[in-house]
């Protein structure tokens, strides 16, 4: 008997199968609509940053009409990420063949271990440019490291609790497998994939352990609590993206949300860089334990994300320096004396698009002026992009960060597991054991960025006829 996604049925199909562009559109939004119900704070924290990007535009008509000539403006009002973390290699190889059938790729490695977590992440994201100007939605995908478990008893305890649950439903399994056979999915498939999957992310309020169980687990490190002792991974937090981080972390208070005490990422600037994160501080949850017994459990919050200009590696390794640098001085627990050590750290980096360029700490995109298209085609002699820039023919305008960074992603998590800080794990970054559970290498983000710049380059050189 053939299964129903027989090569016939796939021939007459292929026409009609949803873009996976859409069917991250439909995943994000329904996934929002699903954390708006469970948690409400995170709908107030929407409306508000909703208000403070409409104001902003307002006041900012240059950066309005940067946003709209790099297609920024129709994708602003989306969530931009959200978090998840599980727990066995088996977990996220099979995340790994959801979130392609959406259109999402793990983009780069993240050690998180030394910064106190004993996890270590990726992120699935659209990697085209025509995906990320449709949705940019990605998840940042944590793997729990059961190995920093100093405890063998406890490690074992949740290894043997982690191997009992499926985080999936048998349909969500037969969907991803009829994707992957037949090339994608039609409209209703796509419709229920995303309803099947979204069970994966949901809240849940019954644990599947005793309480003496989440304790010890709870007391060996809050996030091992969190990934073990639930049915299903849930998601953690959804991220809008503002355009003044620094606004909303100062009116959250008025809007009855308690943010957390700073700023995560580089400081204000004149020219935005890389990523800067902010959040309200995890809810309280009661939760129900095997045996009747009721508890609480601290996981799920709201973030906020201001994104900047992508650093090459010679950028990158300049904001190494000088956030390591930035962090060789006491620990500021207000936001405005943390912002203050982080702006005297971060004077020596260039804060002007020309110096960013031309010192190759950021990465561009290429376009042709008014005047430029003008002369397309006219096989115009040059020196070069600098020197078209110059006689007005190109324009140079950063390229969005599309990823993150480890220490902003450490800091957020320890902000919302109980507010405590934890000491650095001794085990270093193990990229290849992660890839290994992921069932592929995470690709190289800097080569997304450097292939982003290189086309515009090349296109807009074509086109003059360099």
């Known amino acids: 008997m053939k299964p129903l996604w027989s090569k016939d049925i796939t021939i007459m199909a292929l026409e009609h199968f949803l873009p996976a562009d859409d069917i991250r559109t439909l995943f994000s939004t329904s996934m929002s609509r699903m954390y708006q119900q469970e948690v409400p704070q995170y709908g107030t924290l929407m409306q508000l940053v ?78 085209d440019e025509a995906s990320l100007r449709r949705n940019p939605f990605r998840i940042f995908t944590s793997l729990l490291r059961l190995e920093l478990i100093e405890d063998e008893a406890l490690r074992a305890r949740a290894a043997e609790i982690l191997a009992q649950r499926d985080i999936f439903t048998a349909k969500a399994r037969e969907l991803v497998a009829q994707a992957e056979h037949q090339g994608g999915l039609t409209s209703d498939q796509a419709h229920q994939f995303v309803a099947e999957v979204l069970e994966t992310f949901r809240w849940h309020q019954h644990a599947i352990v005793d309480l003496p169980t989440y304790q010890a687990l709870q007391d ?19 991220t809008p993206r503002t355009l003044d981080i620094d606004t909303v972390q100062q009116q959250m208070p008025a809007a009855g949300i308690n943010p957390k005490a700073v700023i995560e990422g580089p400081p204000r600037r004149q020219c935005p860089i890389l990523l800067r994160q902010t959040s309200f501080t995890a809810l309280k949850e009661t939760i129900h334990f095997a045996g009747e017994q009721i508890g609480t459990h601290t996981a799920r919050f709201g973030e906020i994300e201001q994104r900047g200009m992508a650093l090459t590696p010679k950028g ?60 397309a085609g006219q096989g115009i002699a ?69 292939t982003l710049q290189d086309d515009s380059a090349r296109q807009v050189l074509q086109a003059l006829g360099a």
Request: aromatic content about 8%; proline content about 5%; charged content about 20%.
């Open 220 to 238: 060996a490190h809050p996030l091992i609590a969190d990934v073990v002792c639930f049915r299903g991974p849930h998601i953690n937090h959804l």
């Open 50 to 127: 909703a208000e403070v990007n409409e104001q902003t535009l307002a006041n900012e008509p240059g950066l309005q009409q940067q946003l709209h000539d790099n297609g920024e403006l129709d994708r602003l009002s989306l969530e931009r990420h959200g978090a998840i973390r599980v727990g066995t290699a088996a977990e996220l190889s099979m995340l790994r063949r959801v979130f392609a059938v959406m259109g999402m790729h793990p983009v780069s490695y993240y050690d998180l271990s030394e910064a106190g977590v004993p996890v270590h992440s990726t992120a699935f994201r659209p990697i």
């Open 382 to 450: 040059n020196d070069g992009l600098d020197a078209l820039i110059a006689a007005g023919l190109v324009q140079a305008t950063p390229i969005t960060y599309e990823d993150f960074l480890p220490v902003s992603a450490a800091g957020i998590f320890q902000s919302n597991l109980g507010g405590t800080s934890h000491k650095a794990y001794a085990q270093n970054a193990n990229q290849a054991a992660f890839e290994q559970a992921l069932g592929c290498p995470v690709t190289d983000e800097f080569g997304l960025y450097a």
């Open 316 to 375: 990158r390794a300049l904001y190494d320096e000088l956030l390591n640098r930035s962090r060789q001085a006491p620990a500021q627990a207000d936001n405005q004396s943390h912002q203050s050590l982080l702006a005297t750290a971060f004077a020596d980096f260039p804060d002007d698009e020309t110096s960013l360029r031309t010192q190759q700490l950021g990465y561009f995109r290429y376009s042709l002026t008014e005047a430029g298209r003008q002369q």
